[in-house]
């Protein structure tokens, strides 16, 4: 009979020798060279990992478009974009090699992700890579608005020097309500309280808060409490014109709105008036519900907000960064790479989100079966029947919409075609790779 603690002791002895081994470097079966195809100048982070990997990479300072972009994705594994180059499905279906595809960008409009998930191409992007940015960007903002640095730097401009204080304010000690405490707003948090403001926020969901930020039950609670008001949202159909005229006459007089989140969420004709009526003694607008598709002289769809005092515009440049590029290239490298050489399929955004621990370096004759099939009926069972000859040393499914993916170890393979011929041969199959 062994008692807990023994148990306890005898777990962390296994545990211990287990991590003592080393992870085994897979290699492909049936794949020549992996062939990295990057454009629009993806940045330098992502060029070096992949080359660290030993992976042949190419590289393109431009998006590429009809037959050239054809000709070089044809033999490509890999490509990588950001937001010009369009991946349509007659793009895609001329990539008979194509594994996955990296967005090196927020969005991912670009990809037509059903096409790709239909053919196994699994699509990574990064999200999350620019938060510190939007959130730096919103304490330079509520800097600016409370000293109205905005209109003087105009002034200065014109020839006109204006020294005024009134109405010009420390931050310290004000009260900044964060309306969506997810990855910028948390940052943001931080940030502001490091200034000497006191932090409240409002989310739909429980959110531990940092530091003394302190949670709201609602959305008037928080506007009416707030000296600066700044909007973290997504963009869904609960916060189209969140911020609208009731909730601005809800907002302290003297108050100041900064929307660095999406265009949607703030009404645009509610801020002009709110700012016009002096309600509101400032704004930032970093993101518009229409915004040009590309530089130049021609933002001219908000002529009378584009006239009001103390507003800060910019065009949306919150997450627009040297550092936030740096880390987007390494973030969705390492998607890529753990996908190629592993199989993991995590923060893929159109395909189901599989993952397995590493195979020990001395189980030598352990491989793993990536399949990815259409999700149907008795496929797991058709697989398995194949599997059935070996030990299955781990294996796990999922799926999203049509696709299905399973990632397994198998012990004590020896005859690699064979296993690979009889699940490309299964009736659901998609993409089938083993690595060894
Ligand atoms: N200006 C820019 O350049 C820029 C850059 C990056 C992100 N963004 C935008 O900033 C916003 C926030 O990004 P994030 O990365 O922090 O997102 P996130 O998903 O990490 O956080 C969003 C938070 O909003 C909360 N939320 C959702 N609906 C809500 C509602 N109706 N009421 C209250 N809370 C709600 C969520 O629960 C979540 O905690 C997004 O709209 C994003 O597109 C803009």
Redesign the pocket.
Known sequence: MVNATEAKTEQRARSGSFNQNKVKVLRPFNTSEVKILLLENVNETAVKAFKKQGYQVETYSKALVGEELIEKIRDAHVIGIRSKTKLTKAVLDQAKHLLAIGCFC?GTNQVDLQAAAKQGVAVFNS??S??RS?AELVIGEIIMLARQLGDRNTEMHGGVWNKVSKACYEIRGKVLGI???????AQLSVLAEAMGMTVYF????Q?MPLGQAKPLESLDDLLAISDYVSV?????E??KS?IGEHEINQMKKGAYLLN???GTVVNIPALTKGLQSGHLAGAAV??FPKEPAANGPHFDYYPELLACPNLILTP?????TEEAQSMIGLEVSQSLIKYINDGTSLNAVNFPEVDLRAIREDDKNTVRVLYIHQNIPGVLREINEIFADHNVEKQYSDSKGDIAYVMADIADVTDLKSLYSAIIATRANIQTRILY
């Not at 309306?179 to 707003?185: L, Q, S, T």
């Not at 409002?202 to 969901?205: F, I, K, Q």
Request: aromatic share 8%; net charge negative.
């Open positions: 927020i999200p999350f620019n938060s939007v309306i969506g405490y997810g990855h910028i707003g409002y989310d739909v969901l959110i973290h949202v997504p963009e869904t609960e916060t969140m660095n989140a999406r970093d993101v949306h440049i919150g997450g627009s």
